[in-house]
């Protein structure tokens, strides 16, 4: 799960001796000219429920905001979503599924459906992530017809034969869950003092 493979790196990178602080968003990166030399930073919720606020110096930066997207957007205003990227993923948590049948024990799975593709990805817990990537069009078109989330997710489920065999009397156990717009490019990925990831 992210939050579990999140909370591994970062303590793995404390243990190395990063200085880690948590709960800390960074509202903007300070440039000297051309080249980033701090960020301005903000905890929220610091003594008497009052948010706190500071100023961190240094030599280089990188930017790994994310979907945030820090010095794309609000630096470079140059962020933009590649159409062949326009998708979405819809997802959920399985248990008690068949075996892929596939590859080695404990791999993911990849299966390509008529409209996009379906991961499989077995988790520690004996879990597995099932996930149907489809175009943002192909799923406006099918909220036209039926707006559950769910009955959407299952029918792309259905298109492929594989899947279908992996949650067959399996339990859904999670709510199915959507993101979208994921996938940016920007056309400053390195200046002088940062690096976009």
Excluded: M
């Excluded at 159409?83 to 049948?101: C, D, I, M, Q, S």
């Excluded at 017809?145 to 594989?162: C, F, K, N, W």
């Excluded at 339990?171 to 003092?193: H, I, M, N, Q, W």
């Amino acid at each position: 799960r992210r939050a579990d493979f999140d909370r591994l790196l970062l303590d793995h990178a404390r243990s190395e001796g990063v200085e880690v602080h948590e709960g800390v968003t960074v509202r903007q990166i300070n440039f000297d000219g051309e080249r980033a030399v701090s960020a301005t930073w903000e905890r929220a919720g610091g003594e008497n429920g009052e948010a706190t606020s500071g100023v961190v110096t240094f030599d280089y930066v990188l930017d790994a905001s994310g979907r945030a997207g820090l010095l794309a957007t609000k630096h470079h205003h140059s962020r933009r979503h590649h159409e062949v990227f326009k998708n979405v993923a819809l997802w959920g948590y399985w248990k008690n599924t068949k075996p892929f049948g596939y590859g080695p024990a404990g791999g993911i799975g990849v299966c390509s459906i008529p409209h996009g593709w379906i991961w499989q990805i077995p988790l520690h817990d004996g879990t597995v992530s099932v996930g149907a990537v489809i175009t943002k069009k192909h799923l406006r078109e099918q909220q036209q017809q039926r707006t559950d989330l769910t009955e959407i997710y299952l029918g792309h489920l259905a298109e492929s034969p594989l899947i279908t065999n992996l949650i067959s009397g399996a339990e859904l156990s999670s709510e199915v869950k959507a993101e979208t717009d994921y996938s940016y490019v920007t056309d400053r990925f390195a200046g002088p003092g940062y690096l976009i990831a």
